[in-house]
């Protein structure tokens, strides 16, 4: 049963809706536990863990939201600097990496055990990213973070959390940067202390393009983050995925929030 499953979802005909397939008919399919090796869509291996979603992922098809990474990599130029803040095992950077002749990539990942998967994955590429084991937010210290043991991804900042996390102020560490092409940022509901610490810093560095989640209605101009960007320069839009094909939907209103992945792209 997983050698079709998983042929089915390698040879995924469209361009979404492998991840739907796999979430659906997939998640009881038993792959084990601990520490194994998927081989990815793009041809490189990544370390995962067998019983978490994204691992469940990399090993049956291969990719694991492939089609937002897309996103970034049709906006890349040789010798980007990608900065992924809330890297998890590194697929998005590992992603870019292989796709981008002489990027580099900066990660910024807490957890324990997952920011171990993190170098192993990223350090592949040699001398191309920098793992940072801590936290972004508005100011330096430490924060309580619960770990979602089924969906390492999902694990987040929470005053339940079960262990100490270091955060960095955020705009500290853009500060040190002097250059930063392209940036992700998925940190499960912590992002906007993120855009607020580092507003001034999107102005000096220019970013061309910012990936970030989203599943409220902040995005929107009037919104926590749309209002951040759109002072900083920016237009956001929503990443649509549609079963053929990937849109760009603009956010004019708190009504066009209806998506998950959001791309802030720098206004020429």
Known sequence: MFSILSTIARHWPFANGSGRFLDKFCAHVDLGSGQRTARTSDGFPMQVYADDLIGRHLLMSGAFGRSSIQVLLE????????????????????????????????????????????????????????????????????????????NRGASRVSPEGELSIPVRNAATVFAELTKADLIKIDVEGYEEPIFR????????????????????????????????????????????????????????????????????????
């Open 75 to 150: 906006l890349a130029n040789p010798g980007d600097v990608f900065v992924d803040i809330g890297a998890n095992i590194g697929y998005y950077s590992a992603v870019f990496l292989s796709n981008v002749k002489n990027s580099t990539a900066i990660c910024f990942e807490p957890q324990p055990g997952v920011v171990d998967l993190l170098r192993a994955n990223v350090g592949q590429f040699t001398g191309r990213s920098t793992v940072h084991e801590l936290a972004l937010g508005d100011k330096d210290g430490e924060l309580r973070f619960q770990i979602n043991h089924t």
């Open 197 to 268: 610490a580092i507003q001034g810093e999107l102005r000096r560095l220019k970013p061309r393009a910012i990936l970030f989640e989203d599943h409220g209605d902040a995005a929107a101009p009037e919104g926590a983050l749309g209002s951040v960007l759109q002072r900083a320069g920016y237009t956001v839009w929503g990443v649509d995925k549609r079963l053929f094909k990937t849109e760009l939907v603009p956010i004019n209103s708190r009504d066009d929030c209806r998506f998950i992945d959001y791309l802030a792209q720098r206004q020429p």
